[in-house]
């Protein structure tokens, strides 16, 4: 079954660059690119952190 929304921790697009060691701007490419979900709230993104290590643990031939 699908965690509870309650369950799931969001990051910002800062957070996610820092966890990743790119900029925001590339973090800002994958969501717009739709390789990265992540959910709107007013101007700016929240990224789930299970996204978050999935992209981190695909192979780098599978990444953009």
């Known amino acids: 079954m699908a965690k509870e929304l309650s369950d799931v921790r969001f990051l910002t697009v800062a957070e996610v660059a820092e ?33 978050v290590e999935a992209a981190i643990s695909l192979p780098q031939s599978e990444v953009g």
Request: glycine share 6%.
């Open 19 to 51: 966890m990743m060691r790119v900029s925001n701007m590339t973090v800002y490419r994958l969501v717009h690119s739709g390789d990265l979900p992540a959910i709107r709230f007013g101007r700016s993104f929240r990224i789930p952190e299970s996204a």
